[in-house]
C-alpha cells in the first residue's frame, strides 16, 4: 500500500537559538522550509539534468533544468518539460522517441536532427523495439504495426478480435447455397470486400491492454485477464460549491477472489495461437491456480522471453524463459514464501515488476531473492543452471542498474547501517564491491547516458533533500545544485536524533529513532510515533517521509518529552523476516514493539510508566488503536489519524498478503481489526479522520464511533476534516489536528 501523504516541514521565524518552535508555524509547510526538488533525470545527451518542485500547499508544479555546460538553472513551461529528451538506462533507441502533437519524433544522434513523422492515428502508444534499429512497433487499438523510421511508413502486423459467434448452421447453409446458385449475388460479395484492410486474427477472448512483440515481430503475447466482480465504494463529499452533496466512486474492499491471466502466444508466421501451459511450475499443486504474468523481457538474438510469473496470492514467485519458436517452458528460479513474496527489488504487489533483466543476451539473467533472508542480487546461467549469489550479508539491495557493457551493476543499499542508504559499484570480473557514495544519509542516483557522470538527491537527518552532481572517476568532488532549504529553516538548530536499537521481547533487535529534550527541560513524560506501512522505514539517517512530525517533534523536545520514532515489526530495511512477523496478525508482533519500547525508555531513560503516550496515522492509527483496545493501561492517551478500523474494509491488494482473504482465514481479520477489541478501552483516546479520505475511508471510524457509543464508553473524542483526504492538504486542518494532539499530551502526560 502506497500511502499519498503530502507532509511537509517548517521551522520558527525566530533565528536565535533560544527560540521555541510553534505549532503553527510548524503546519504551514514550505513557505518556511522551502520546496524540495523531485525525480532528476538526465537529458539525452548528458548535458543537462531535469527536475521539479512541487508545492504541497497548491496543485503548482515548477520545472526546472540544470545546463551542466553554462551551470546554471533554468525555469521551464510545461510545454517545454512535456517535449523534453530524457535518458532511461535500458531502453537503448526507444528513449529517442516520442508521440508529440500528433506526431511521431524520433531523436537521429547521427544526424543530429530531430525527425518528425505525421501519425496516421492520434492514439498511438505502447512503443516497442525492433530488431532493425530504424524500425519500431506500435499499438493502436487492437492492431500491432511497424513502423519505419527510414521511410516514414507503417505496415499493418496483425489486428486482433474476439471470435465472432457462427451463425446457426441453417444459416451458413442457406448462403453457400445463395452464392452457388446466383452469380449476381457472387459478384456482390466480391464488390463487399476491403482488400487493404489489415489481417486480422480471431482470440477466443476479448484482446485488452498492451501486447507485447519480440523484437523479429514474429511472436506476440497476449494477456487474457479474469478480473473477479468487483463493488466499489462511495466516499461521499458534504463541502461542495452547489452546496449539495455528491458521491465519488472509489476503490472496492476486500474480496474473496483472486484476479487471474492466461498467456497467449500467437506466432504470426504460421498463423498459429497456443496457450502456455505453466502446470508443470514447482509447488504450483495444479493447473488451475490462479496466475499473474509479468511484461516479458525478450532476448534480442534469440526467440526467448524472459518472465516473472506470480501466484494471485502472492506466496510464490517463479521466474522462467519462454523458447518462443518451440512453445517450451523453462522454470529457472522458484520462490515461495508462507506470509507473502516481497522485499526490496521484488516487490509485494503480484503486479509490480521487481529486479529482472539479461546480463548476457540469450544466457544470463540477474534478478533479486530474499533466500538469504536479505533482498541480495543474484545472476542464473541458463546453459549451465547455475546460480551465483553477487551479494550477500544481513543487508539489503534497494536499486540495480546494469553498465551499458554488462561488466558491473550499481547498487544502492543499506550496507552501512539498515538506516542509510549508498551507492556502490560491484565490479562482476572481481565481484568486488566498491563504495561511490557513503556519507551517512542516503543517496537517489542518476546515471548519464555515458556513465561518466551521476545526478543524485542526498539527504541526512537534519538537512532535507539536495541535487547533487558529480563524475563518477571523482565522486567526492560534488556540486550542489539546489540551495532549496529557507534562511530560517537552515538558522534554527535542529536536534539530530539519535539511532539506536533496543531487544525485544523475543530478543530480537527493534531499530528507533529517539529525540531527548535537555536535561533541565526533561520532564518525565515520553511520546511514541507510529509510522504509516506499505513498506515503510523511519529510524534512519535521512530526511523523513513524515516532515510535520519530525518537526512536532522538535517542538515537543522543546516542552521537555522525550520521543521515541520506533521501526516496528514490518518495517523496511531488517531482512524477510522482520517483515513478514506480522503475518496474520497485524497488531500482535508489531504492537508488542511500542510495549517493549515503553520499558525500555522507563528502564534506561527515567520514563514515568503513567506518563507515556502513542500517536500515529494510517497503519499508526491502527496501531494507537491496538494498543489503547488490547493493552488497556499500558499507555496513558493515543491519538489515532487516519485509522484502518477494521481490515476487511480496507483494499485488496495490500491486504490479502498479510491475512489472506476474509472467507479463507476469518480468523486472521478478528484478531486484527480494532472494531472487535473496542470493549477494552480505558484510556482517553482521540480519533482524527478526512471525510474525504478515499485510502482508509470515512466508514472506517463511523463504525468504530457507533461500536464506542453502543459499549457506552468515556473519555475518547472525534475530530472530522470534511474537505480532506488521506494525505491533508490544507495547513488549517494540519494545525486543528496537531492542536488537538498537543493538548491531549499536555492533559494527560503532565499531570
Known amino acids: 500500500m502506497k500511502f499519498t501523504l503530502f507532509i511537509s516541514f517548517v521551522c520558527c521565524m525566530a533565528v536565535q537559538s533560544t527560540a521555541q518552535l510553534q505549532l503553527d508555524q510548524i503546519m504551514k509547510g514550505p513557505g518556511f522550509v522551502g520546496v524540495l526538488p523531485e525525480a532528476p533525470e538526465w537529458g539525452l545527451d548528458g548535458k543537462q539534468i531535469y527536475y521539479w518542485k512541487k508545492h504541497p500547499d497548491s496543485s503548482q508544479t515548477t520545472y526546472y533544468v540544470y545546463d551542466l555546460q553554462l551551470q546554471q538553472t533554468n525555469i521551464m513551461n510545461h510545454s517545454d518539460w512535456q517535449k523534453r529528451w530524457v535518458w532511461t538506462p535500458g531502453q537503448g533507441a526507444l528513449n529517442r522517441v516520442r508521440i508529440q502533437d500528433n ?54 502486423l496483425v489486428s486482433y478480435q474476439k471470435s465472432k459467434s457462427e451463425k446457426p448452421a441453417a444459416d451458413n447453409a442457406l448462403t453457400q447455397t445463395e452464392l452457388e446458385l446466383f452469380e449476381s449475388v457472387r459478384k456482390k460479395a466480391l464488390q463487399n470486400t476491403k482488400f487493404d484492410e489489415p489481417s486480422i486474427f480471431s482470440l477466443p477472448f476479448d484482446p485488452e491492454g498492451a501486447f507485447q512483440v519480440d523484437p523479429t515481430a514474429r511472436y506476440v503475447l497476449l494477456k487474457q485477464e479474469q478480473e473477479p466482480e468487483a463493488k466499489p465504494t462511495e466516499v461521499p463529499h458534504f463541502i461542495a460549491s452547489d452546496a449539495h452533496v455528491f458521491n465519488e466512486k472509489s476503490r472496492s474492499k476486500v474480496q474473496n477472489e483472486e484476479p487471474s491471466q492466461t498467456l497467449y502466444l500467437h506466432d504470426i508466421q504460421s498463423d498459429t495461437l497456443v496457450i502456455l501451459d505453466f502446470s508443470q511450475l514447482s509447488q504450483i499443486n495444479n493447473d488451475k491456480r490462479e496466475l499473474i504474468f509479468h511484461p516479458a523481457i525478450f532476448a534480442k538474438t534469440q526467440p526467448l522471453a524472459l518472465v516473472d510469473i506470480r501466484s494471485a496470492d502472492n506466496k510464490d514467485r517463479w521466474i522462467v524463459c519462454i523458447n518462443l ?34 546480463l548476457r543476451d540469450a544466457q544470463t539473467i540477474y534478478f533479486q531473492s530474499e533466500e538469504s533472508g536479505y533482498s541480495h542480487l543474484y545472476t542464473f546461467d541458463l546453459q549451465t543452471k547455475t546460480k551465483l549469489a553477487l551479494t550477500s550479508g544481513n543487508f539489503e539491495v534497494h536499486q540495480v542498474l546494469l553498465s551499458k557493457d554488462s561488466n558491473s551493476f550499481y547498487l544502492n543499499t543499506n550496507l552501512l547501517h539498515p538506516g542509510a542508504r549508498s551507492f556502490y559499484k560491484l565490479d562482476l570480473k572481481k565481484l568486488e564491491i ?4 557513503s556519507e551517512l544519509g542516503a543517496y537517489e542516483v542518476q546515471l548519464s547516458p555515458d556513465e561518466k557522470q551521476l545526478a543524485y538527491r542526498f539527504s541526512t537527518s537534519t538537512q532535507p533533500w539536495e541535487l547533487f552532481t558529480c563524475s563518477l572517476k571523482n565522486p567526492k568532488d560534488q556540486v550542489q545544485l539546489t540551495k532549496s532549504t ?46 504509516g506501512a ?14 510535520r512530525e519530525f518537526m512536532f517533534h522538535q517542538l515537543l523536545i522543546e516542552k521537555g518529552y522525550t520521543v521515541l520514532d520506533v521501526d516496528y515489526r514490518a518495517s523496511e530495511g531488517y531482512g524477510r523476516n522482520y517483515r513478514t512477523a506480522i503475518y496474520r ?21 527515567g520514563i514515568d510508566s503513567s506518563r507515556v503516550g502513542i500517536y500515529g496515522g494510517s497503519y499508526g492509527g491502527f496501531i494507537t488503536l491496538m494498543g489503547l483496545f488490547t493493552e488497556p493501561g499500558t499507555f496513558a492517551c493515543g491519538a489515532a489519524l487516519r485509522s484502518v478500523t477494521d481490515w476487511a ?42 471525510m474525504i479520505d478515499d485510502n482508509v475511508q470515512f466508514q472506517d471510524v463511523v463504525r468504530l464511533n457507533q461500536r464506542l457509543i453502543e459499549l457506552g464508553k468515556k473519555d475518547w473524542w472525534m475530530a472530522l476534516y470534511p474537505v480532506e483526504r488521506h494525505g491533508f492538504q ?22
Request: proline share 5%; no cysteine; glycine share 6%.
Open 434 to 437: 566498491k563504495p561511490l557514495l
Open 103 to 156: 506526431e511521431l519524433q524520433f531523436n537521429d544522434l547521427a544526424a543530429k536532427q530531430i525527425k518528425s513523422y505525421p501519425l496516421f492515428t492520434n492514439d498511438i502508444w505502447n512503443i516497442q523495439a525492433h530488431a532493425d534499429p530504424k524500425k519500431l512497433i506500435l499499438q493502436q487499438g487492437q492492431s500491432l504495426f511497424v513502423f519505419d523510421l527510414q521511410y516514414g511508413l507503417a505496415k499493418n
Open 486 to 531: 529557507t534562511e530560517v529553516f537552515r538558522t534554527y538548530p535542529w536536534q539530530k536524533p539519535e539511532i539506536l536499537s533496543f531487544k525485544g521481547s523475543d530478543g530480537v533487535a527493534v531499530y528507533a529513532r529517539m529525540y531527548t529534550p535537555q536535561p533541565e527541560l526533561k520532564n518525565g513524560a515520553a511520546v511514541m510515533f507510529v509510522h
Open 325 to 358: 519458436e518451440k512453445h517450451e517452458i523453462q522454470e529457472l528460479e522458484h520462490q515461495h514464501d508462507s506470509a507473502w513474496i516481497g522485499g526490496p527489488g521484488i516487490s509485494s504487489w503480484n503486479f509490480e515488476t521487481g529486479t529482472l533483466g539479461w
Open 730 to 751: 490544507y495547513t488549517s486542518s494540519w494545525t486543528d489536528e496537531y492542536r488537538r494532539i498537543l493538548e491531549l499530551f499536555d492533559t494527560y502526560l503532565l499531570k
Open 585 to 605: 496478525h497485524m497488531g500482535g508482533r508489531d504492537l508488542q514493539d511500542f510495549v517493549d519500547a515503553k520499558q525500555f525508555l522507563v528502564s534506561n531513560y
Open 534 to 547: 506499505g513498506y515503510l522505514q523511519n529510524a534512519h539517517h535521512y530526511w523523513s517521509y513524515y516532515q
Open 649 to 690: 474494509h480496507y483494499n485488496h491488494e495490500y491486504t490479502t498478503n498479510i491475512l489472506n482473504t476474509p472467507a479463507a482465514d476469518p480468523e486472521a481479520y478478528r484478531q486484527s481489526s480494532p472494531i472487535y477489541f473496542a470493549e477494552g478501552l480505558q484510556d482517553p483516546l482521540l480519533i482524527l479522520h478526512g
